[in-house]
């Protein structure tokens, strides 16, 4: 069913990205725990002050079961779902 036709779920949400430069505090903690909370599957926090992405994977409970931190610019990120694209942290930041 088109979203014209109902809304939007959870479930429908592949990935989910803020990028933070003032919010940071409140996307790592309330956000985040309402996120996993309904199931997002995947959560990219986009730091801009330290130019680094905090990728948030496999929601369980309150908070998630994988997390991992890239910051060096030579480093590549990928969605679970897009595994073909792969963006440098360089190409993000520039």
Not at 2 to 13: C, Q
Not at 20 to 36: F, G, I, N, P, Q
Request: with cysteine.
């Amino acid at each position: 069913m088109p979203y014209k036709e109902r809304e939007a779920f959870a479930e429908d949400t592949v990935l989910l990205i803020e990028v933070a430069e003032t919010s940071l505090r409140y996307d790592r903690s309330v956000k985040l725990r309402l996120y996993a909370e309904a199931g997002i599957q995947e959560y990219w926090i986009v730091d801009c002050a330290a130019e680094s992405v905090e990728i948030y994977r496999a929601p369980e409970g309150d908070g998630y079961r994988d997390v991992l931190r890239v910051a060096d610019a030579e480093m590549t990120v990928s969605p679970q779902e897009f595994p073909d694209v792969t963006p440098s942290l360089a190409e993000i930041f520039a």
